[in-house]
């Protein structure tokens, strides 16, 4: 369905080749995962299936390529748009119309298709991704995930054979992703549609894949691109899910790939070891760095925070998870002073801050937003940190910020043009724009989102740095084995209300929601982490 | 050439036509045959001027749109518009600062680094969309977006200029530009009030008199302006300056640096066949 | 819903009617349609705009300072009311009872204008007025789809980044200051824009090259626009009518033809559609008759009273029953509103509420200033609920 023969391709001004001597084959209706780090030439590779590399991002390229019949080198990307569908990472900016029927319709509109035969189409496709009750409906009104869906039937309304999708639930919570991920598989089985798919969180999507192309870290290496079933591919692979890691350590044979799978093996190493009750963390004794009492706060009426009462002590990371809509975000923008709590109180280091503006507080804890690009928009990376600190009117030294930029491992890019970098160097980039007054507490929203593992682990070390170097660290996520690599203590919210609270293999283990990969693997034995595990089972 | 020779002459004589429906209820007066049929004759000079204004608007719109018509230039210009157009609620936010209006410097900015057509786009459809937005379609609105337009048309005026100064990149461009924008925030006035001048005035026989002068219209309208909104239109003189000194610089860098972004293009390299 | 297109010829007729006559009895009759056609549409427009200016308070702010103006500076008619010393230059001379007068019918008739605009801006949905744009236009058609769809973005991306900025200790003291929230603002859109238009060209969306034929048709435009500027030259400097008026209508017609033609060369179908009913044409008709009424000239067609002129000395304006009759069709609509679903009654109830309040909150200093580009920017008010959208209502 799909050939790669010795593609390479480099983009216009770049010094080095995005892709290089790309060789694969992919049959017809498979599902296929293309993983490798960020900067490896995921995003390059999908477009090059339907054309728009080269066709839109110039650029020279060289190789040969067949995809459903045809080349897309000589084919326009018009002409592909028949074959390829193609979704994006981003639900805002792919959408021309307002609403769901009309933006299902826009393609075939332009390629002037009768209107009785569009009817069909659209009818057709709002059933396959279970949209039909959402078809009057105006985009702006939609969660996330149901844009990504909107996003996916607008692509399969010509019919294509191959659908390409570019990370399409890096933005999504874990409920939208998986309903996401649900469609796609039906897709693939009831229609045999070929699916070719980017994503980063592997423990999520290994399971349905029967495909996976690897590319290697980076394009000049010796390793070309790996390409085969999931379970010749994954054993080659350095970074994978944490499952799939124990596996490989613990010389599992076949390869499991849920938790179903993987319980078999567990089972059998567990039998005869006595199951040993987690042991709470020793307390730490630092400061209170942030402090919630009695919170309440409201929107248009409805309590969105009720009685919240919450303490981060310097020296600690505290992990908050909960449902989409919990109030999270909330808690987070009641610290810095973003929202105004109808009662209650709130200390930031030791101060109350009632009554001070948002600049003030935030001198004290620095604030990481879901949206971190929004915090971006200097020529340069370093200067970035500068006017932070020009607008707290604070003084520029400069080996404070050099020793900045050296944890933070952006040293290399202090000069370059932020929007330039990566997600995960530009996320970088933004935690050193807000944390270079030295805040005593550090508050961070979402910061997983779009992160390969690598990159996680980089933050998750910058995080365990800052703590140990007694910053009151408070993170909001929905990504389990992030927090459970992370967190010091763990608190569960729903409704605006805390309902559990306590160290990670505690709260954690024992939810069936929150479980990581392992503790489900090895439920009652306070073990989250392959680590963790390994060394329970004494292999290490 | 020939298409660059039809370009050149839908600009000018558009630009002709409308220069005269503009000053016609000046000399509209003086037209003695007209005025001496009385009674006899209807106002119908404000349904010519529409039609008139119109048909110059659709030759200027095929003309701009010849260019921005790759995905391209179309998503560019349609969030640029989309950044653009809620710009007026600010208006009215910051009240008091007169008929200053923010929308105008984007549309100098973008036509000046884009070029002429795509600043005539931008211009004219940024008004279009703030007024569906605020629900402010009315009579006065293709005078907007026909000024409007010329604003982001003319813009790649000042790049001769910016050449001599030897401007590139520093303030003696931004100078440039906001003496530019400036000229136009006045003339943007001058000309909205035209609009509805020949309702003010009525049929123009009313001032008909033997000896009447077409510049006695103009003095009329003179006094009119300087009565009413002169005080209103130095504020957007001055806002668009002060505008342009501020934002000028990093805002001209910013475009400058996504315009390459955004005209790649994809030369086939001679391979083998496939 | 009534079709966008009759709305428009609807307002077509309002426009021609409001500008040919300044007899006060007719411009009345118009006005009165218009705003039973208004107040008809009130109730039933689910999602109802915020208008900028209601025509009452622009007729009571246009109304007095038109007739001011024209008494001040047209100094003609009998019934003098006082005089003003003439060494002042334009306004010196008799203030006459007829300018004051003539100058409120001007006034009159600019308010029956916007009042037919705002029930433009009522009728017709937003989404349905993009869809009026001529084929020929196209690339503009869909530009000003993706502006309305992206303003709702663009704001939530300004809220995001007016927080954003403050966590960085940044406040606002001076203009320098808006510079960090509108820069991220331009960045982000550019780079959205710049996923729109892969996520467009993958959806096979293209700009069609350009064609011989095509190209030939701008020549053609740029040769009509040439003929339409000499024709109307030759009748403005020289007077020379019966050449110029023919010519201007050659010009005309060669753009206007091949706009038409590049207009079918768009390949595009429409899936929504948009149906043209009888009561459609119906409205068509009668707004036509309307205009017909008061700009042909129709043998045996007495149309004096249409042209009411108060110089020398005022007198009583003329008034024929038929011409009356055919105005009448411009209130045809209001009788052809088809009536919504409760639902939407109930909706537009509490629309109805939250406009009454926002407009009491209008600050009159703002609406007060003459100056119609004055008006057209203070129009503009900051709230969520501008935006129109399409009434939901509309049956399918």
Not at chain 1, 143 to 155: D, K, L, N, Y
Not at chain 1, 215 to 226: H, I, R, T, Y
């Amino acid at each position: 369905m799909i050939i790669f023969r010795d593609v390479s391709y480099t983009y216009p001004g770049a010094a080095r080749p995005a892709l290089r001597h790309v060789d694969f084959h992919l049959p017809e209706a498979s599902f296929a995962l293309v993983v490798g780090r960020s900067g490896a030439g995921k995003s390059t590779l999908l477009r090059c299936v339907n054309g728009l590399v080269p066709h839109f991002s110039g650029g020279t390229f060289a190789g040969r390529l067949a995809v459903a019949g045809l080349d897309p080198l000589y084919a326009t990307p018009r002409a592909m748009s028949r074959r390829v569908g193609f979704v994006f990472q981003n639900p805002e900016a792919q959408f021309v119309l307002d609403r769901v029927e009309d933006e299902i319709a826009f393609a075939l509109e332009n390629a002037a298709m009768p209107r009785q035969e569009m009817r069909v189409r659209v009818e057709e496709v709002l059933d396959l991704l279970d949209l039909a009750a959402l078809r009057e409906r105006k985009l702006e009104t939609l969660s996330g995930g149901e844009r990504q869906r909107v996003a996916i039937a607008a692509a399969l309304a010509f019919r294509p054979r191959v659908l390409v999708l570019d990370e399409p639930t890096s933005q999504l919570d874990p409920q939208s992703a998986e309903d996401v991920l649900n469609a796609l598989v039906r897709l693939n089985h009831d229609l045999g549609l070929t699916i070719l798919l980017a994503e980063h969180r592997l423990e999520r999507v290994l399971q349905y894949a029967d495909r996976v192309i690897a590319l290697p870290d980076s394009p000049d290496g010796e390793n070309g691109v790996l390409c085969g079933t999931t379970r010749e591919v994954l054993p080659q692979l350095k970074l994978l899910p944490p499952l799939v890691a124990l596996a490989k350590q613990l010389n599992w044979q076949p390869l499991p790939l849920t938790t179903k799978e993987g319980l078999h093996f567990s089972r059998a190493l567990t039998e005869h070891i006595l199951p040993v009750l987690p042991v709470a963390a020793s307390p730490r004794y630092g400061a209170v760095g942030l402090a919630l009492q009695r919170v309440w706060v409201c929107y248009d009426r409805q309590p969105v925070l009720r009685d919240v009462s919450l303490e981060v002590r310097r020296g600690e990371i505290l992990v908050l998870m909960g449902r989409n809509g919990s109030g999270k975000t909330t808690l987070l923008k009641t610290l810095v002073g973003l929202v105004r709590p109808e009662s209650g109180r709130v200390w930031v280091d030791g101060r109350e801050v009632t009554g001070e503006d948002v600049a003030t507080i935030c001198r004290r804890a620095g604030y990481l937003p879901q949206e971190a690009d929004t915090l971006l928009f200097a020529d340069t990376v370093r200067q970035e940190l500068e006017i932070t600190l020009r607008n707290h009117g604070l003084p520029e030294h400069d080996e404070a910020i050099e020793s900045l930029l050296a944890q933070l491992g952006l040293t290399a890019h202090a000069g370059r043009y932020p929007r330039d970098l990566s997600v995960g160097e530009r996320q970088r980039a933004a935690l050193g724009a807000i944390t270079v007054t030295q805040p005593v507490a550090l508050l961070l929203d979402e910061p997983t989102r779009g992160l390969d593992y690598t990159a996680k682990e980089a933050l998750s070390a910058l995080l365990r740095h800052w703590r140990d170097a007694g910053m009151a660290i408070l993170v909001v996520t929905h990504d389990v084995e992030f927090a459970a690599r992370t967190a010091d203590r763990v608190v569960l919210i729903s409704q605006g209300e805390l309902i559990a609270e306590g160290v990670p293999a505690k709260v954690m283990g024992a939810s069936p929601l929150f479980a990581p990969q392992i503790a489900r693997l090895f439920p009652g034995r306070g073990w989250l982490t392959v680590e963790e595990a390994l060394r329970g089972l004494g292999v290490v | 050439m020939r298409a660059r020779l039809a370009s050149w002459v839908v600009y000018l004589t558009s630009a002709t036509i409308g220069v005269i429906a503009f000053l016609y209820p000046f000399f509209s007066s003086t037209l003695s045959d007209e005025a001496a049929m009385g009674m006899e004759h209807a106002n119908d000079a404000p349904l010519l001027l529409t039609v008139l204004i119109g048909i110059c608007f659709g030759a200027l719109l095929v003309e701009a749109q010849a260019q921005a018509g790759s995905a391209k230039m179309i998503a560019l210009l349609g969030v640029l518009v989309s950044i653009n157009a809620p710009l007026r609620f600010l208006e009215v936010a910051v009240s008091g600062p007169g008929g200053f209006s923010p929308i105008f410097f984007l549309i100098v900015t973008t036509g000046y680094v884009m070029g002429g057509r795509f600043g005539f786009l931008m211009g004219a459809l940024t008004l279009l969309v703030s007024a569906l937005i605020t629900a402010g379609v009315g009579p006065w609105l293709p005078y907007q977006m026909f000024t409007a337009g010329w604003i982001g048309l003319s813009a790649p005026a000042c790049r001769p200029l910016v050449r001599l100064v030897r401007g590139e990149g520093t303030w003696r461009e931004v100078a440039v530009l906001a003496l530019f924008a400036g000229a136009w925030g006045l003339v943007y006035g001058v000309i909205m009030n035209l609009w509805f001048w020949p309702y003010a005035v009525g049929p123009q026989e009313q001032h008909w008199q033997p000896g009447t002068q077409w510049t006695d219209g103009i003095a009329r309208y003179a006094a009119f302006y300087l009565a009413t909104s002169l005080a209103w239109d130095a504020m957007r003189l001055a806002g668009n300056i002060l505008l342009m000194f501020v934002f000028g610089l990093p805002t001209l860098r910013v475009l400058r640096r996504f315009q390459q972004r955004f005209t790649f293009t994809y030369q086939p390299v001679e391979q083998a066949g496939v | 819903m009534i079709h966008p297109l009759a709305w428009l010829i609807w307002l077509a007729a309002e426009l021609a009617v409001l500008s040919a006559t300044r007899n006060p009895l007719y411009l009345a009759s118009a006005i009165a349609c218009t705003a039973i056609v208004l107040l008809r549409l009130r109730g039933r427009v689910v999602d109802a705009p915020t208008v900028p200016l209601s025509p009452l308070r622009f007729g009571l702010v246009v109304l007095p300072l038109a007739a001011l103006f024209n008494a001040l500076t047209v100094h003609m008619g009998r019934t003098v009311l006082l005089r003003l010393p003439t060494p002042l230059p334009l306004l010196g001379g008799p203030i006459t009872l007829e300018a004051l007068t003539f100058g409120a019918l001007n006034g009159l008739a600019l308010t029956g204008i916007y009042a037919a605009f705002i029930v433009l801006n009522y009728a017709v949905a937003v989404r349905a007025l993009v869809g009026l744009i001529p084929r020929a236009f196209f690339p503009v058609a869909v530009v000003t789809s993706i502006a309305l769809t992206f303003v709702p973005v663009t704001l939530r991306h300004w809220r995001q980044i007016r927080n954003a900025q403050a966590i960085r200790g940044h406040r606002i003291r001076g203009l320098h200051d808006w510079l960090p929230l509108f820069l991220p603002l331009l960045i982000g859109g550019l780079e959205h824009a710049f996923q729109l238009a892969e996520a467009m060209t993958a959806r096979g969306f293209a700009g069609a090259a350009e064609t011989v034929p095509m190209r030939r048709a701008r020549t053609v435009i740029a040769a009509g626009l040439l003929t339409l500027l000499a024709g109307w030259v030759l009748w403005l400097a020289w007077q020379q009518r019966a050449i110029g008026i023919p010519l201007m209508a050659l010009g005309g017609g060669m753009v206007v033809a091949s706009l038409w033609w590049l207009g079918r060369q768009v390949p595009r179908t429409t899936y929504r559609p948009t149906h043209w009913y009888p009561r459609d044409t119906v409205i068509a008709l009668a707004s036509g008759t309307a205009a017909a009424a008061f700009l042909v000239a129709w043998p045996g067609w007495d149309r004096s009273s249409i042209f009411f002129y108060p110089y020398p000395a005022l007198a009583s304006p003329g008034f024929s029953g038929w011409i009356a009759l055919a105005l009448g069709g411009l209130l045809v609509p209001a009788l052809l509103i088809p009536p919504t679903r409760y639902l939407s009654l109930f909706q537009s109830a509490w629309a109805n509420r939250a406009i009454l309040k926002r407009d009491a909150s209008v600050q009159e200093g703002q609406a007060v200033t003459g100056s119609p580009s004055g008006i057209a920017t203070v129009a503009m008010y900051p709230s969520e609920a501008a935006y129109p959208s399409t009434p939901t209502g509309e049956p399918r």
